[in-house]
């Protein structure tokens, strides 16, 4: 009977160990991503002429928002047709070099989690950023989880924190910023109704220039789980959901809203993204 109760307990006790294990790791994972490999191989594309070249790059090491990415991507070729860009898809780190990135004009990091450059790749795209070209972040672009203090200074000028667990997803108005570069806001309702998994930031963005924000306060922020506390904290009255900003001759733009496929339906999302792209190139 001991030896009944002995064996009982251990399987409970390394189960436990296990999803203990498992959970450790899914949270690690969120937070710093597990770089397999980076590619280095430089793709074969064949920019056509008098057309505006657009990176869509959708890697990810960490928390891979698939749903959302799968559902961008017709968007994408669609607005590429509107505007007459050629629109390069790929979620292979090779096009990050010198060579081929000057001959976008911008580059979306499209949900794109964890590290999923390497040093020369990072070196590569801040170069070109900082000499003239545009970064662009969806959603998940702006998690903590690509630990690259650059990237974080200069997309964000922020740190995430959190985003609420329950529930995970909320509606909330949407408001134009009534300073924003008309250039974003054009053809954009002064509000809209918007459903996201709505991350919250340490701090206001530094140095940005505010496009579109929510009322933090009619949120529930709260994003504690299992060890995780000190998370039910929000961004107050004004929580910016979009914004831009300068870096050095270049230019960056973030939104955090993006997380779901349906985001992609709709059409005040979509259409920020698309004016965001039409700025980046000016």
């Known amino acids: 009977m001991k030896k009944i109760f002995k064996v009982i307990l251990f399987s409970l006790l390394s189960l436990f160990l296990i999803f203990g294990a498992a959970i450790a790791i899914f949270f690690y994972k969120i ?10 191989e430089k793709p074969a594309i064949s920019f056509p002429q008098n057309q505006s070249a657009v990176l869509i790059f ?13 559902a961008s991507l017709p968007v994408f070729t669609e607005m590429g047709k509107r505007n007459g860009w050629f629109i390069y898809q790929t979620e292979e780190g090779g096009v990050f070099n010198p060579e081929q990135l000057k001959q976008f004009k911008a580059v979306i990091f499209n949900n794109s989690t964890g590290r999923v450059l390497n040093d020369e790749q990072q070196q590569a795209l801040s170069q070109y950023v900082e000499a003239g070209g545009a970064l662009l972040g969806i959603h998940g672009a702006g998690d903590n ?4 203090n650059w990237y ?4 964000l000028g922020t ?27 054009q053809g ?5 109704v918007h459903e ?23 949120i529930n922020p709260n994003g504690n789980i299992l060890w995780t506390k000190n998370k039910n904290f929000g961004m107050g009255p004004y929580h910016p959901v979009a914004w831009n900003r300068s870096v050095g001759k270049g230019k960056a733009f973030y939104t955090s809203m993006g997380h779901s496929n349906e985001v992609w339906q709709d059409t ?10 039409q700025w980046s190139m000016k």
């Open 31 to 40: 937070s710093y991503g597990f770089p397999v490999s980076y590619e280095t």
């Open 58 to 70: 959708s890697k990810t090491t960490g928390f891979r928002h698939g749903e959302s990415i799968e």
């Open 145 to 148: 989880s690509h630990n690259w």
């Open 152 to 155: 974080e200074q200069n997309l």
């Open 159 to 185: 740190r995430f924190s959190h985003h609420p667990i329950n529930p995970q997803f909320q509606k909330s108005d949407v408001h134009v910023e009534s300073s924003a570069d008309t250039a974003f806001t």
């Open 188 to 192: 954009l309702p002064q509000s809209w």
């Open 196 to 218: 996201d998994e709505w991350y919250i930031f340490n701090s206001q963005p530094k140095g940005a220039q505010i496009i579109s924000y929510i009322n933090g306060d009619n």
């Open 268 to 277: 005040n999302f979509v259409h920020l993204v698309e004016n965001a792209l």
